[in-house]
């Protein structure tokens, strides 16, 4: 009797030279900070709103990163153990000190919900992170209705 309920195994990215390449040379933030999880800015690049966001993600970066840990290394421990991805573990070790260096920080969603204004990201931080976003959305709201750009 067949299983009805039997799951396929999971299918992995194949590790390119490309993604490689991309752990060591990182020409765009989306890039830079990809280990801290899902890394998409909703915004258009020059916008204030745009630099709010990257911001926080600065900041976060900053909570996440332990000072001896160089970028490169927690970039390739992503692309190792996580698979490039908030959902998928290629390799638990490799996972577990990935979680390890970064302190269990991680974006796991960006997006607007309703309209422009309606930012909403989701993620493990902790309670200055949230502050600071509530900060970042309040000035959002307020900067794309009054129509302002403040490059």
């Not at 490689?20 to 999880?37: A, M, N, Q, S």
């Not at 204030?48 to 966001?53: E, F, I, P, R, T």
């Not at 490039?84 to 000190?97: A, D, F």
């Not at 309040?138 to 129509?147: A, D, F, M, P, S």
């Amino acid at each position: 009797m067949k299983e009805l309920y039997k799951m396929k195994p999971i299918q992995f990215q194949k590790i390119t030279w490309e993604k490689i390449r991309d752990v060591f040379y990182t020409p765009t933030p989306e890039l830079k900070y990809k280990y801290l999880g899902y890394m998409c800015n909703p915004y258009p690049e020059r916008s204030g709103a745009n630099k709010l966001v990257w911001d926080f993600v600065k900041l976060v970066d900053a909570k996440a990163k332990r000072w001896w840990t160089p970028r490169w290394f927690l970039r390739l421990l992503h692309l190792l153990g996580n698979d490039n991805s908030i959902v998928r573990m290629r390799n638990y070790r490799l996972h577990k000190l990935h979680q390890w260096l970064t302190k269990g920080y991680l974006i796991r969603d960006m997006k607007t919900k309703w309209d422009i204004t309606d930012l909403r990201i989701y993620g493990s931080f902790d309670d200055e992170c949230y502050a600071y976003l509530d900060q970042i959305i309040v000035t959002i709201k307020l900067l794309l209705k009054e129509g302002t750009n403040h490059e």
